[in-house]
T-cell receptor, first 112, second 116 residues
Framework: DQQVKQNSPSLSVQEGRISILNCDYTNSMFDYFLWYKKYPAEGPTFLISISSIKDKNEDGRFTVFLNKSAKHLSLHIVPSQPGDSAVYFC???????????FGTGTRLTVIP | GAVVSQHPSWVICKSGTSVKIECRSL??????MFWYRQFPKQSLMLMAT?????????EQGVEKDKFLINHASLTLSTLTVTSAHPEDSSFYIC???FGTGGYGYTFGSGTRLTVV
């Protein structure tokens, strides 16, 4: 049972444009959400997170939006850069739990 | 910042042999470490959660006798793939946590295991 879903396996965007990566979840107990970036043969690196008490968190070019009623979050990258090309994983955790549930990832390709 | 070192980064072994993967937290004490497995084009799947000084908790479908996890200290957890088979070939990643509820996760760099 996939509790965190990323329905787009891949996304291609022109350099300088906005990249929007989407993530849906089913467990209403999730209260903390994270985005990780992963290059091939490397471990994921933390990108940005958001608590369920917020609906937006911004860090430089990266902004995460959370819509709790729709159980949906998205990661916006603007402007997109070729170095952003990687696989992006959405992850979620529930209060008091100490493990993460991951989505299946979206491969972002930023075209120069 | 918190650093998790995972070793080796890649390993090739023969069927039937055992392989040990180490995960170390370098500058913090990790009471909990996690082991994930990633198949090509799939998500990170949690295999087991290990707590220092106690037995690991395995996820459903993960063979505990095949994937031995030891968390003997607050800075070291090991995953041993016993009697490896080609279908065990995968990318294994550890992470360490110094908090709960999604905070304080750091991942190792991963280990590519190829069983021939």
């Amino acid at each position: 049972d996939q509790q965190v879903k990323q329905n787009s396996p891949s996304l291609s965007v022109q350099e300088g444009r906005i990249s929007i990566l989407n993530c849906d979840y089913t467990n209403s107990m999730f209260d903390y959400f994270l985005w990780y970036k992963k290059y091939p043969a490397e471990g994921p690196t933390f990108l940005i997170s958001i608590s369920s008490i917020k609906d937006k968190n911004e860090d430089g070019r990266f902004t995460v939006f959370l819509n709790k009623s729709a159980k949906h979050l998205s990661l916006h990258i603007v402007p997109s850069q070729p170095g952003d090309s990687a696989v992006y994983f959405c992850a979620a955790s529930a209060e008091g739990a100490n493990n993460l549930f991951f989505g299946t990832g979206t491969r972002l390709t930023v075209i120069p | 910042g918190a650093v998790v070192s995972q070793h080796p980064s890649w390993v090739i072994c023969k069927s039937g042999t055992s392989v040990k993967i180490e995960c170390r937290s370098l500058d913090f004490q990790a009471t909990t470490m996690f082991w994930y497995r990633q198949f090509p084009k799939q998500s990170l799947m949690l295999m087991a959660t290990s707590n220092e000084g106690s037995k690991a908790t395995y996820e459903q479908g993960v063979e505990k006798d095949k994937f031995l996890i030891n968390h003997a200290s607050l800075t070291l957890s090991t995953l041993t793939v016993t009697s490896a088979h080609p279908e065990d070939s995968s990318f294994y990643i550890c992470s360490a946590s110094f908090g709960t509820g999604g905070y304080g996760y750091t991942f190792g760099s991963g280990t590519r295991l190829t069983v021939v």
